[in-house]
């Protein structure tokens, strides 16, 4: 078999006495999606900033396509910073041309412009795009030396929800392409669309990590059913076979058997029209494996 395009061997991050990332191993095939999925402070950048080589490491071992990184492994990646600053007085389509400058190996400029939808913006300046035309050019620039591995960090943070879902489109059409990419988000959604293996991180740890089938199956799949904290009429007994999660948002029951876990609601005086039944997802999973909601 190959060796893996990354292998992550006990990393470790300080800030002083911040311990950032406290021993973190992962390996990633070739052609694959990686989410790392955590909350804010989580120390996903930390973890892709190591990587990237931009953050040097307390310890650990890091190796592309089985090596250390050296010269392959800078002419071989593409990175997509969380933030960048742009010129401004730069058109987009000028940008594109100077960065793909600065490299031996170049994607063609038309395909660049075409997979990141840029057409109808190359001639605007940079300082007069939109947050989701600027994620695009970005997403542009990371790909401008054609390369085999692409690191997102949090590429859909800020956006609107339909500029985020325009992005998404374009990152499975990267993927489809063949690419390796690794992608670090706080969105759930995001993680569950694109990632075909995702690392839950919290605090400077993996806690889980699986694809998305694997994760639910693992730690509890099943439905949920939500409902405000008013909605029942009765209290809720103490020996209520089923878990119950309560919070500002009202109260959510994990069921293996929701026709029962409906009729027991219903015997409560539950108000049928505000109660939600959906699948168990990973913010679910993520909540309780930490106790902690997924975004702030
Ligand atoms: N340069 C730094 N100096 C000191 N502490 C830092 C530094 N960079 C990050 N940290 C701390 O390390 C921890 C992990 O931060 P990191 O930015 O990696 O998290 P994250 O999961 O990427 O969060 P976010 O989703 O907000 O980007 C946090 O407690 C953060 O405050």
Known sequence: MSSPVLEVRNLVKNFGSV?????IDFS????????????????????????EGILTPTSGE?????????RAFREEVGIQLQSTELLLLQTVLETLEVFRSLYHRRAPLDELIRICQLQDILDKDNAKISGGQ?????????????????????????????????????????????????????YMEEAEILCDVIAIVDAGRI??????????KTYGDG????????????????????????????????????GETLKALVAMGADMNRLLVRAYN???????????????
């Not at 990633?28 to 990587?51: D, H, R, V, Y």
């Not at 054609?146 to 990152?171: K, S």
């Not at 990973?282 to 702030?296: N, Q, S, V, W, Y």
Request: aromatic share 4%; proline share 7%; glycine share 10%.
């Open 19 to 23: 311990e950032a990332v406290r021993g």
């Open 28 to 51: 990633i095939p070739s052609g694959i999606c990686f989410g790392l999925l955590g909350p804010n402070g989580a120390g996903k950048t930390t973890t892709i900033e190591m990587i």
């Open 62 to 70: 890091i190796l592309y396509k089985g090596r250390p990184r050296g």
């Open 134 to 186: 600027k994620q695009r050019l970005l997403l542009a620039m990371a790909l401008a030396n054609d390369p085999d591995l692409i690191f997102l960090d949090e590429p859909t943070t800020g956006l609107d929800p339909q500029a985020r879902r325009h992005l998404w489109d374009i990152v499975g059409g990267i993927k489809r392409s063949g690419k390796t990419l690794v992608l670090t988000t706080h």
């Open 207 to 216: 806690i889980a990590m699986g694809t998305p089938q694997e994760l639910l």
């Open 223 to 258: 439905t949920v059913i939500t409902l405000a904290t008013d909605a029942l009429k009765d209290r809720i007994p103490d020996d209520f076979p089923w878990t119950l999660r309560r919070s500002e948002a009202g109260i959510a029951i994990h069921t293996d058997h929701p």
């Open 282 to 296: 990973l913010e679910d999973l993520f909540i309780e494996l930490t106790g902690r909601e997924l975004r702030p």
